[in-house]
Each structure stands twice: as structure tokens, then as C-alpha cells.
């Protein structure tokens, strides 16, 4: 019995289930990142992470309950941390990377649902995510159509569902609503978090963001470099443990992870051999434990320099301006950092794919392979007008469609495969 388990059943967790999770993830971990080779040594710190994902840090967050601070659970990057650090708060991303218990989860939603959906519901009803059971506020967020009318079904099952307003066009009224979401957004954290939030603990949390941010930035520019210094998968696990390690000590070991890149690139000494084919990976989000395609990309001959995705660069891009003298011109700057989001649930959406190509260019990049989850209308039909122009462009595009499933990996690679051969060729 693990030093855990008093935790996780005090937590509500079915004990038996959320062991089998355990040892597939660890199974799972074993093989994808573990038997990568010349990783570098600042990754061990995110190994250790990983190992205690469900351990050391879900205590780290009920020890800081028992101090009154509160846990903020969210889906999506339209949450601002910033709003939740004010408050002394701790904002995590909840669990919905996984096909567990889609029986369970198809219960209660429709079997044609996008897989982060349905995983969503999956771990609630098997009762396997500590984070969502930690959760004082689960945050929901009108972005598709998915998400927006699954959040009905989801309220009644957790601690308190709050649901954030979002705009669908990017206009001047669309700006506004935002703005005063975001208001109604501070409002309950401070009522729940019984804390005010002031000039100075507004700029503390805007601080402690941008500092993360800015750190997984300093990756993404290291990535740039060919032989790149380390591989798409294991970047991707940093920007997946972005959601739910403590801020600091995240752009702590973030910040050490690249000085050894930065030595690495100097020595010219990377992961895979230098001209190796340079993709960019741009689409829905892929969150713990999805790790399938860039999994099969790099163990085709590719490896993966950039992700246009909320778990990447659309997640991170922007920072927010921390130099505001009052607490609404601070909110008045969240906003505006958080209205650049060009999440395919906007429309019309054309920053997104300027910045597809600008990340095909500025990462040295050979093709796009993009990737949309089954039943993801925003992304799935993006996808299609996004391949004519970056085709158009002489951009190499693989279009994916896929689900958290392994039935079809093997044709997945073969995709892949046959995209690589195209590259060489061109
Ligand atoms: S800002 S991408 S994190 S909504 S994959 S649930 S869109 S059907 S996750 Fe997302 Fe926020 Fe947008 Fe980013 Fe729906 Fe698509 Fe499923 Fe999705």
C-alpha cells in the first residue's frame, strides 16, 4: 500500500480503479520517455513530477487547503492564473487525457464526443482524478459546443462548477464581455477564497505567470536549434506539466533545463542527428497522458521543434502587461493578453494560421502535421481551410484526426511515414 492511499480515499477516489490508472500511466511513461535516448539530465526533475503526479503534489495541494488557500480546477486556457494566484489560490488542470471509463462517461454523454470531453467524465465518474476531487472550483468555459452543454451534466457531479462567459468573435463587444467575465470571474474567487485581491497581490500573480511563461518561451527559442537539443515528446511533457506543478519551482526547473539546452546547442549536440525532417505540430491540445502522435512522429524519423497548441504555444505566447496602477487597469490587461487567444472556437480565426506559418519559418520546420480530436468540430473544420492555405503556400500538411485510443496507431505511422517520404523528396 502506498504512502498515499489514507489521502486518496480521504479524497473519495475508488482505490481499485485509480491504481489500475497507475500502473497503465507508469507502464506507459516507462515506454515513451524513459527509453528516449541522450535526454537531458534537467528532465529528471519533470520524471519526478510524473512519479508523483497523483502523490507528492496532490498532498502539496490538500496541506495547502488546510491552511485555508483554495484549489481553482479549470479545462482551458481561458482561465486566468493570474486571478487565481491573487487570491493565494492554486490553479491546476484537471484530468481528461486518457480513454478511462468511456463506459461510465457514455452513460451520461453522447457516445460522438469529442475524447477530452468524454475523458472529462470518464475520471469523474470512475472517481480517479485527484485533482478534481481536490478542486474548491471547478472553472467551465463557453468556448464548443461540447464543452459549453457538457458543463450542464458536469454541475451537478462536482464541488462548485462556475462557468465563464466567452465571446465567439473578436470584436469590440466581444472584448467587453470578456472584460466583465473576467470581473464576475474575480468576484466568486474572492468570495470563495474569503480574500480580497488587491493592487500588490494582482502584480505578485501577474509576476509569478509571466515567469512561467517566459520560461517555456526560452524552450520554445532553444528548439530552434538543429540537431534539436531535446525531443518533441519531452518538450510536450513540460508544457503538460505547465498546468499543475507549483508555479516556481516550475520556472525554476524549466529555467535549469535550459541552461543545459543552451549548452547543448553551443556543443552542437542534440537528441536526434542534425537535418533530421522538423515538424510542427499545430491543433487541439493534447493533456496527459496523450502522447500518441508525437510519439509515433518521433519514432518514424522526425522529431517534433513546435506545438501550435493551448498545451504550446497558443497557450503561452503572450504575456500579460504587469506595470498597471490599479486593479482595474491590471484586469483591463489580462483581458487584453487573453482576448489574443486564437482558439478555433472564434470566428472568423485567421491569427492562427499566420502564426502556423510564422512557427513553419522561425522553427526551421519541414511540414505541419495537424491535429484535430474526433468530434472536435472547431479544430476538424479549421483543419480544411488551414491545409489549402498552408499547401498553397508550398507548406507540407498531414492532416490527422484521431482519438485517445491505440486502435489505430499503425496506420497513423503509416501516414507519417509516407509524409516523411514526400518531405525527402521535396
Ligand atoms: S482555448 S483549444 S483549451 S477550448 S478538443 S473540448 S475545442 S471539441 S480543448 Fe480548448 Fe480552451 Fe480552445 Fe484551448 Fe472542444 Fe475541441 Fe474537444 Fe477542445
Request: aromatic content about 8%; overall charge negative.
Amino acid at each position: 500500500m502506498s504512502d498515499y492511499t489514507q489521502m486518496w480515499s480521504d479524497l473519495g477516489l475508488d482505490l481499485a480503479g485509480h491504481d489500475a490508472l497507475l500502473s497503465v500511466l507508469g507502464g506507459a511513461y516507462q515506454d515513451i520517455f524513459l527509453s528516449q535516448k541522450n535526454r537531458p539530465e534537467g528532465m529528471e526533475y519533470f520524471d519526478f513530477v510524473m512519479s508523483e503526479v497523483h502523490g507528492l503534489r496532490i498532498k502539496e495541494l490538500m496541506e495547502a487547503r488546510d491552511q485555508g488557500r483554495i484549489v481553482v480546477g479549470s479545462y482551458c486556457v481561458f482561465v486566468p492564473e493570474e486571478l487565481v494566484l491573487a487570491v493565494d489560490g492554486i490553479s491546476v488542470g484537471l484530468c481528461a487525457g486518457a480513454e478511462f471509463n468511456f463506459e461510465g462517461a457514455e452513460e451520461v454523454v453522447p457516445r460522438n464526443l469529442c475524447p477530452l470531453i468524454k475523458s472529462a467524465f470518464g475520471f469523474k465518474r470512475g472517481l480517479v482524478c485527484p485533482y478534481l476531487e481536490a478542486s474548491d472550483i471547478v472553472v467551465g468555459e463557453n468556448t464548443c459546443d461540447g464543452k459549453k452543454k457538457s458543463y450542464e451534466i458536469l454541475a451537478p457531479m462536482v464541488n462548485d462548477l462556475y462557468v465563464v462567459d466567452l465571446p465567439q468573435m473578436k470584436s469590440d463587444s466581444g472584448k467587453k464581455l470578456l472584460r466583465e467575465e473576467y470581473r464576475a470571474f474575480m468576484a466568486k474567487l474572492e468570495d470563495k477564497s474569503a480574500r480580497q485581491i488587491t493592487l500588490d497581490s494582482l502584480k505578485k500573480g501577474i509576476a509569478v505567470t509571466n515567469a512561467k511563461r517566459q520560461a517555456v518561451k526560452r524552450l520554445a527559442e532553444l528548439r530552434k536549434a538543429d540537431p534539436a537539443p531535446i525531443s518533441g515528446l519531452d518538450a510536450l511533457l513540460v508544457n503538460q506539466i505547465f498546468f499543475y506543478d507549483d508555479p516556481v519551482r516550475f520556472t525554476a526547473s524549466v529555467n535549469a533545463l535550459c541552461d543545459e539546452l543552451e549548452e547543448r546547442v553551443k556543443k552542437g549536440e542534440g537528441v536526434f542527428p542534425k537535418g533530421t525532417p522538423r515538424l510542427v505540430i499545430s491543433g487541439c491540445p493534447m493533456a496527459v497522458p496523450n502522447w500518441k502522435v508525437p510519439f509515433i512522429v518521433e519514432s518514424s524519423g522526425a522529431v517534433i521543434v513546435g506545438e501550435e497548441s493551448c498545451v504550446g504555444e497558443r497557450g503561452t505566447r503572450w504575456l500579460t502587461a504587469g506595470d498597471g496602477t490599479s486593479v482595474e487597469e491590471l484586469l483591463d490587461a489580462i483581458t487584453e493578453r487573453y482576448f489574443n487567444i486564437d482558439c478555433a472556437v472564434f470566428t472568423p480565426n485567421p491569427s492562427r494560421l499566420q502564426h502556423i506559418e510564422e512557427m513553419f519559418g522561425s522553427y526551421n520546420a519541414r511540414g505541419i502535421v495537424h491535429y484535430s480530436l474526433q468530434f472536435c468540430h472547431p479544430y476538424i473544420v479549421e483543419s480544411g481551410p488551414v491545409e489549402n492555405d498552408l499547401e498553397g503556400s508550398g507548406i507540407p500538411v498531414l492532416r490527422l484526426e484521431t482519438d485517445y485510443s491505440q486502435e489505430d496507431t499503425g496506420q497513423i505511422k503509416t501516414r507519417v511515414e509516407a509524409f516523411l517520404e514526400r518531405i525527402h523528396k521535396e
